[in-house]
């Protein structure tokens, strides 16, 4: 596939408008674009006008499964006036190509598209299977990786490349994102008397308290760290003569490898049994978002073929490296903790959910390289 095409892809993903759903958009136009070249996708309609796409190439051979997967949609453009550059456009500028999506991720899935195109068209096949899986809403709430992963669409998978933009760096570690709710309930009197009530705003304060210490002595994580906690959210009282029978506060929290998910909501439970317990108060914990962790040792083989791959595709030397945000990769190792994942995409993380974003056409053509590199390499 010559430079000119692959553009005309990327920029054709880029013109439509997949902000927080319309993936259906997506997901045909790549349904259209493999089976011009002998690949069968299977699109997976759901809600309204919301899609994954599946496409697997291989014969099998071997029970060696590599999945490569991206995101349709992307985050809201917010106010166009702020833009200099039209956000579904897809305007060039020298090496930069902006757009919303163009960094996070149109880049990156289209590059994965590619490279998985030409691999087919060089006649290659290889041992096992590749698994392209393109999902729907993963900048709110992944409903489409949610609903693959019950379907063990990552059961049986050996190792999975996420597309994310990374500056074509090699991202071998990402915290978990956990996000809850504590609900208190009191009971209103008026503020003139308010012993006659049970002030929920008070609930919410000794957990407030608790809360400020629950994780000092969790392990640290050999790749992570510690875990990230923060309330950011407090919600209690419409009349300031009221006593308030309800307040509700949300946090967000950062588990690790050493420290999971699961671990998270028992010591989260064990504060509100706690206070249930030893006060008035009547606590319940809700969770509200629940994405996993991901470590891949650094010397593992995977990491090794990235970062080879990446080396031999980019201008600038690649780095070895970690963040502290999620991506659906954090849903699929829901029930496959043990998954080999690595992050790499095209250009900064930073350029992502910005006024103006871009990414770049030399980093976008460096990791249709480095893909196929990875798929060919994966294998032999």
Not at 99 to 128: F, T, V
Not at 154 to 170: H, Q, R
Not at 212 to 238: C, E, M, R, W
Request: aromatic residues 8%; contains cysteine; proline residues 3%.
């Amino acid at each position: 596939m010559d430079k000119e095409t692959q553009a005309k892809i990327l920029k054709d993903l880029i013109r439509i408008n997949s902000v927080n759903g319309n993936e259906i958009d997506v997901a045909n136009y790549l349904a259209q674009l493999f089976a011009q070249h002998g690949l069968n996708a299977k699109v997976d309609e759901f809600g309204e006008r919301r899609a994954n796409l599946i496409v697997e190439f291989g014969q099998g051979g071997t029970d060696r499964i590599l999945g490569i997967t991206g995101h349709m949609d992307t985050v809201a453009v917010g106010n166009r006036a702020n833009w200099h550059h039209d956000p579904f456009g897809a305007e060039t500028q020298g090496d930069l190509l902006y757009g919303r999506g163009a960094a996070d991720m149109k880049s990156g899935l289209a590059a994965q598209a590619i490279a998985l195109i030409e691999l087919k068209e060089s006649g290659w096949q290889p041992s096992g299977k590749i698994r392209f899986i393109a999902t729907a809403g993963e900048e709110y709430g992944t409903p489409g990786a949610n609903r693959l992963e019950e379907k063990d669409i990552a059961k049986d998978l050996s190792a999975l490349i996420v597309g994310e933009p990374t500056g074509g760096n090699i991202v071998y570690a990402t915290s978990g994102s956990y996000n809850y709710q504590v609900i208190c309930k009191g009971r209103s009197a008026h503020s003139s008397m308010p012993e006659r009530g049970i002030n929920a705003v008070s609930g919410l304060a000794r957990f407030i308290e608790l809360e400020a210490s629950l994780f000092d002595n969790v392990p640290l994580d050999q790749y992570l760290g510690s875990v990230k906690h923060s309330i950011t959210i407090l919600k209690a009282g419409d009349q300031v003569n009221t006593i308030p029978d309800r307040a509700e506060l949300r946090g967000n929290i950062r588990p690790t490898r050493a420290f999971d998910n699961k671990k998270v909501t028992a010591r989260l439970q064990q504060a509100i049994d706690y206070l249930n317990q030893t006060t008035d108060f009547e606590l319940s914990l809700n969770v509200l978002n629940d994405w996993w962790p991901i470590a891949t040792d650094p010397q593992s083989t995977l990491v090794k073929l990235a970062l080879k791959a990446a080396e031999n595709s980019y201008a600038k030397k690649p780095q070895l490296t970690i963040i502290n945000g999620a991506t659906d990769a954090s849903v699929f190792v829901k029930h496959r903790s043990d998954l080999p994942v690595v992050v790499l995409g095209a250009d900064e993380w930073s350029r992502a959910h910005q006024v103006d974003e871009y990414t770049t056409w030399s980093s976008y053509f460096a990791t249709i390289n480095a893909y196929r590199a990875i798929m060919h390499d994966f294998f032999d």
